[in-house]
């Protein structure tokens, strides 16, 4: 989930790559917002599935490691290719659903209500940071994406190195640690994927001030998409790392 907006979508160049069409219908940020709740709802429905396949007792690992293996091919073709985003978004949506369903039910197994409780949360997340921006609260100046853009990037990186390491049976500390030290860290992880909606905000409705092409209004919602999986993903991480606890 790398960029400028802490996914692999989302940079300052790509409105300007993709060319202005005269004559041609272009992008809008009504347009944005209502493909933005299609693709969330191929993404709960393909989630929904494969929360009930887990508790029907079907193997959900293949289902999980399909999802996040196909969300990431398709991510980074849609990130390479805006064109394609009418097209892949939907998919990427379902594939993102099928892995999100199972590692949800994997957690509601072990933690009673904390899917849903995650759910709340970050739609509040979402909502609470919509307002900031629309209000002017936060801005998102040149200083601020830098901030955020680095930020994420560290996360990043730490991520894979952890990824790399645990092949190697070696665990980076406190980083999926229920000790107070762990539980800070999700809460900077959370509050950075949080700001980076600010950053996708402005990126589409600077889009839709330039008159980039059509295409864009489902590239600039595949970008949300990738945002609001990372946060609910890391949601889910701290409640269970606080339900450890008790």
């Not at 980076?196 to 209004?217: R, S, T």
């Amino acid at each position: 989930m790398i960029g400028r907006s802490g996914n692999p979508t989302l940079n300052e160049n790509t409105f300007e790559n993709s060319g202005h069409y005269n004559g041609q219908e272009t992008m809008t940020i009504g347009g944005t917002v209502n493909k933005s709740f299609m693709t969330l709802a191929l993404l709960v429905g393909a989630a929904v599935i494969s929360w009930t396949m887990f508790f029907n007792g079907y193997e959900m690992f293949p289902y999980m490691i399909g999802g996040a293996i196909g969300g990431l091919i398709l991510a980074l073709i849609i990130s390479f290719k805006p064109s394609t985003a009418p097209i892949l978004t939907p998919v990427y949506a379902i594939a993102e659903g099928l892995f999100l369903g199972a590692l949800s039910a994997n957690y509601e197994s072990l933690y009673y209500g904390i899917t849903l409780q995650a759910a709340l949360l970050t739609m509040c997340v979402f909502m609470g940071m919509l307002l900031a921006y629309k209000t002017g609260m936060i801005k998102a100046s040149a200083g601020f994406k830098r901030g955020v853009v680095a930020a994420t990037a560290g996360i990043a990186i730490v991520y894979l190195l952890s990824f790399v390491l645990r092949m190697f049976g070696v665990t980076v500390p406190y980083l999926h640690d229920s000790t107070p030290i762990g539980i800070g860290i999700s809460v900077v992880i959370i509050i950075i994927a949080a700001l980076n909606f600010v950053l996708d905000f402005n990126f589409i409705e600077e889009g839709a001030q330039q008159g980039a092409p059509k295409y864009m209004e489902w590239y600039g919602a595949f970008g949300l998409l990738v945002t609001l999986v990372w946060l609910y993903i890391e949601i889910v991480r701290l409640l269970a790392k606080l339900a450890n606890r008790d």
